[in-house]
């Protein structure tokens, strides 16, 4: 079946301007998570939804930073006032139930911001 | 404070060389743990997970880890590396608060 999807694959913009990232997880997956990847870093916990609700927003660095996952399903990543700092790989993942179950990573949307 | 450390920034092994890759965790209990692999272009990849029971747990690509409590270690281990393996490799815990916290990462490179 298909995997986690993350669109677009790459995204460039300038400073100040508004981005959209958008993560289709797999179907019938409860629970979705966003992270954010440095140059030479490990993934960073960003947010967590259960369903419709943000169940865990405590990696979000600032309010710049928003998500949506209004159905359930789809989720988008909203970033305002984009910084060169927000410079990164965004990945994506799901899970059928959360919990400990495995998270299944998208390829990301990797973010320059110019 | 909860923190997991990959010591190794960078490997250079021999094809058909063995690997052993380090991870040190530090929290209070026995968290849940986690390799992941992440190839240029592709998503992170499961190799293979510990909860519970058998400290010895095998994983898929050949991969095996062992988790030793005495020294808060979760090292990822393979007999014979092939070209394929060339990778950046994560060490991931989750301390029992649904997230994932990942080591910095080792990138593995393969020599004929």
């Known amino acids: 079946g298909a995997g986690v999807s993350q669109t677009p694959s790459n995204k460039v913009t300038e400073k100040g301007k508004y981005v959209e990232l958008r993560c289709d997880p797999i179907s019938g997956h409860t629970a979705l998570y966003w992270y954010r990847q440095s140059l030479g870093q490990g993934p960073e916990f960003l947010i967590y939804f259960q369903g419709t609700g943000a169940a865990d927003d405590s990696g979000l660095p600032n309010d710049r930073f928003f998500a949506v996952r209004p159905e359930g399903s789809v989720s988008t990543l909203k970033i305002q006032r984009t910084e060169r700092g927000d410079s990164a790989m965004y990945l994506c993942a799901s899970s059928p139930a959360g919990g400990l179950g495995e998270q299944f990573f998208g390829p990301g949307t990797r973010l320059t911001v110019l | 404070a909860q923190s997991v450390t990959q010591p190794d920034i960078h490997i250079t092994v021999s094809e058909g060389a063995s690997l052993e890759l380090r991870c040190n965790y530090s929290?209070?209990?026995?968290?849940?743990l986690f390799w992941y692999v992440q190839s240029p272009g592709q998503g992170l990849q499961l190799l293979l997970k510990y909860f519970s029971g058998d400290t010895l747990v095998q994983g898929i690509k050949g991969f095996e880890a062992e988790f030793k409590r005495s020294q808060s270690s979760f090292n990822l281990r393979k007999p014979s590396v092939h070209w394929s393996d060339a990778a950046e490799y994560f060490c991931?815990?989750?301390?029992?608060?649904?997230?994932?916290?990942f080591g910095t990462g080792t990138r593995l490179t393969i020599i004929p």
């Open positions: 929290y209070g209990a026995t968290p849940y």
């Open positions: 991931a815990i989750n301390f029992g608060n649904e997230k994932l916290t």
